[in-house]
Structure formats: structure tokens, C-alpha cells
């Protein structure tokens, strides 16, 4: 019996929450409204309480102080991707790498994974980093897919190295601690970043180089990108020494980004900001939303104990600590693949919960698996937010876009395995901060 539900009523409501969720969603609606309208549904129907519950649900989903750092973040990307921040990155790293074997295309990983780390954005990244790289790599004698692919996907590391809007969304959801999970998504980051890298190398063979650069012209360079470097040094450094939490190295990030751009580097103007603005509000309008009828549909699920009818039929009796890992991370990975990574968030992160608790398992982990898969899932076929995203920038067809992202997909599904099994690559700043 689940809340005085029969056990064949118990299935009859997953089947309305489910149809009614997925059956929206065919029609076209937008995934707000499928969430909100299955949750009130099931509740109107199943459960012996005032549906306004649900209204205290939707406020609640948006009430904690945490996700004011959503916005903040937001703002400081949008600051930056409209200032110089991304050229005077780009133009350091080619300088520095770009002669090498693969050089292009290592500048490219090492260029969106800096810019990931300022912006906590993967299409941001898409557009600021690969718009100007993309033609190098064409004009160095890469293919279009192999270029594509390889921008879209180095990306999504943005998603792992703090700012990172999912890890936010996790914390909140999870009630872990968003500090502890920027900290923690470090390593595997740049892990990421350094196995592109290297797949670069091996498949780069008599394609192009850029010309070598003087060692003045990499001097001039860094100087330039210096400021740049400082954004994440101050986000990650201040958190980890424990000077300000998450949401003040929020506001802080969107101070610097204003300094930088503004008043350093001149690259905007104050009639610029109400623009900016503006673009900021839609996005985290639409976030908040999502956020908001997550947590309607989150409680529903709850509240039904629809975790003890699923969990059991996933994990068996009795399951291993990397059993549960392996379904938890299946489940992200495939869920990902079709819908919004925040949305899948919000309705699976209550399902798990209660089997992660049971088995001890450590909470900031798992939210970084279920980041990654986030990450995976925003450039993996059929509905990746990126591939997309490359469509509209590069005017490319979806086919061209996907033919070439298997290899980085292959080995973002090799780090979380790697981060089953040796969790500490994960966690070994979480508790090195801890320790000191």
C-alpha cells in the first residue's frame, strides 16, 4: 500500500503521471506545462489532499537562497560573451599551442574548457569559441564533422568545472552542497580536457599547424588573457578557502565580469547593459519555470512513494554500492538524451535518493555523475542541446553534426565508468579542502 493506494492503483497512478507527462509532451507542449498538468492530475485524482498543496510546491521550488546564484551566473556569462573575454582567450591558446601536432584542435579543448570555467555555458561556449575556430580547423585540413563534433563536445565540459548551472540545480534538489560539488567536478574536468586533447593529437596526422608564435607575441598574448585567467581563480579559490559561498562568488563573478569589460577592457557600454539584461531574465525566467514545476512533479513523486515501487525492480535485492552507481548512471545518460538535463534532474534525483542514502553513498559523486551525464546527454542524439545549437551557428545539417561525435561521447562514458570505480578522482579536493 502506498499513501492508502492498492498496489494496482499505485501502478494505474505512475501510468496517468507518466502518459500524461510524455502524452504533452508528443502534442508539443512546452515542458513546463507537461510537468505542472501531470502532477496536478495525479494529485487531483489519487491523493486525499488539497491540490493548492501542489501551488506551495511550485513556490517553494524557487524559494531557496541558493538558486540566486543562477541568475548572477547567468549575467556574468552574458557580460562576457558580449565583452572580449573569449577573443583574448582564444588568441593565447593558439599562440601557445596552436604550432603543436593537433594544435588547432587542442587550442579548440583547451580554449572552450577555460571559457566554460569563465561562462558556465556550453552553447555560449559553442558560439564564442567555435565561432572563430571552427574556419581554423577547416583551413588546417580537418573535416567539417570532426570540427563540429569536437567544439560541441569540449563545450559540455563547462558543465563539470564551476559555474555550472546543473550542479546548482543538483544541490538543491539533493540538498548537497553546491560548494562541495563545484569543488569536486574540478578534476574530472579537466581529466575531460586532457583525453580530447589527446585524441586530438592521435588523430591529427598532415593536417595543418598554426604558424609559431614569437615569445613576445605569447607574452603580449598572456598579458592580454591575463584578467581572464583570474575569473575562475577568484570563483574556485574563494570557494575552496572558504572566504565566500557559491552564491556570493555569484554576485562576485558578475562584479568582475562587469570590471573587466567595462572598465578594463572597454568592450561595452552602458547602453549595452539593459540589453544584456533583458537576455539574462528570459533564460533565467525560463530556468526558474522548469525549476519551479520540477519541484510540483518532484513532490508528486514523493509524495506517492513511487520510489519503492521502481527502485526494487531496478537494483534487485540487496545491490552493490557500483550496481547502484551503474543504474543511476544509465538512467541520467538515457534521460538526458531526450529531455532537458534540468528537468531530468528534478523528476529522477527523488527517485534515487532514498536508494543513495540507504546504501551511504557519498551525495556529491553522484551529483557529479549526473553531471556529466548532463554533459553527455546535451551533445548525444536524438535531442542534444548543442547539436542544435551547431545546426543554427554553423549552418550545418544534423547529420554532419552528430556523424562525428562517438569519440568524445566514448570518452565522457569512460570517465564516469573511471568515476565508479575510483571515486577519488572526483573527491579528492572535496577532501583535501576538508582537511585543511
Known amino acids: 500500500m502506498t499513501n492508502g493506494i492498492s498496489p494496482k492503483g499505485c501502478f494505474d497512478m505512475l501510468w496517468v503521471l507518466m502518459g500524461t507527462m510524455i502524452g504533452l509532451l508528443v502534442l508539443g507542449f512546452p515542458m513546463m506545462v507537461p510537468l505542472g498538468a501531470a502532477a496536478f492530475l495525479t494529485v487531483f485524482l489519487y491523493f486525499p489532499i488539497d491540490p493548492s498543496m501542489l501551488i506551495q510546491q511550485i513556490v517553494g521550488g524557487v524559494q531557496p537562497v541558493s538558486l540566486t546564484a543562477v541568475p548572477m551566473f547567468i549575467l556574468a556569462a552574458d557580460i562576457m560573451t558580449s565583452g ?19 594544435g588547432i584542435p587542442i587550442s579548440t579543448t583547451v580554449a572552450c574548457t577555460l571559457f566554460g570555467s569563465v561562462s558556465g555555458s556550453t552553447q555560449a561556449t559553442v558560439v564564442a569559441i567555435g565561432g572563430p575556430l571552427r574556419p581554423l580547423l577547416l583551413k588546417a585540413g580537418y573535416d567539417s564533422s570532426f570540427s563540429t563534433a569536437l567544439i560541441i563536445n569540449a563545450a559540455v565540459i563547462a558543465l563539470l568545472i564551476p559555474p555550472s548551472i ?50 613576445a607575441e605569447k607574452w603580449l598574448a598572456f598579458r592580454r588573457a591575463s584578467l581572464s585567467f583570474s575569473f575562475p581563480i577568484i570563483i574556485f579559490g574563494g570557494i575552496y578557502s572558504g572566504m565566500f559561498s557559491p552564491t556570493e562568488a555569484a554576485a562576485v563573478s558578475v562584479f568582475y565580469a562587469f570590471l573587466v569589460e567595462y572598465f578594463i577592457y572597454r568592450s561595452i557600454k552602458l547602453s549595452d547593459i539593459p540589453r544584456i539584461a533583458l537576455r539574462t531574465g528570459v533564460v533565467t ?4 519555470i522548469l525549476v519551479a514545476t520540477g519541484q510540483a512533479f518532484s513532490w508528486t513523486i514523493s509524495f506517492g512513494r513511487i520510489p519503492n515501487m521502481i527502485l526494487p525492480a531496478l537494483l534487485g535485492d540487496a545491490p552493490s554500492t557500483v550496481r547502484i552507481m551503474s543504474v543511476l548512471t544509465a538512467a541520467y545518460f538515457l534521460a538526458c538524451m531526450f529531455v532537458d538535463p534540468i528537468v531530468v534532474i528534478m523528476i529522477l534525483t527523488p527517485i534515487f535518493k532514498p536508494a543513495i542514502a540507504a546504501a551511504g553513498l557519498d551525495s556529491v559523486l553522484c551529483g557529479i555523475i549526473v553531471t556529466l551525464q548532463a554533459a553527455i546527454g546535451s551533445t548525444t542524439p536524438p535531442f542534444g542541446c548543442n547539436i542544435f545549437t551547431a545546426m543554427a551557428i554553423f549552418r550545418q545539417k544534423y547529420a554532419d553534426v552528430v556523424r562525428g561525435t562517438f569519440p568524445f561521447v566514448a ?24 582537511s585543511l
Open 84 to 102: 572580449q573575454v573569449a577573443e583574448r582567450l582564444l588568441t593565447f591558446v593558439v599562440k601557445l599551442v596552436g604550432h603543436k601536432r593537433g
Open 166 to 215: 546543473y550542479m546548482i540545480v543538483y544541490g538543491v534538489v539533493g540538498g548537497t552542497s553546491i560548494g562541495d560539488l563545484f569543488i569536486a567536478g574540478v578534476v574530472p574536468g579537466i581529466l575531460i580536457c586532457i583525453l580530447f586533447c589527446i585524441y586530438s593529437w592521435f588523430r591529427s596526422g598532415s593536417e595543418h599547424s598554426a604558424p609559431e608564435a614569437s615569445r
Open 411 to 434: 570518452i565522457m562514458v569512460a570517465v564516469s565508468i573511471l568515476l565508479i570505480y575510483f571515486p577519488q578522482i572526483a573527491l579528492c579536493l572535496r577532501d583535501l579542502s576538508r
Open 285 to 288: 525566467a525560463i530556468v526558474f
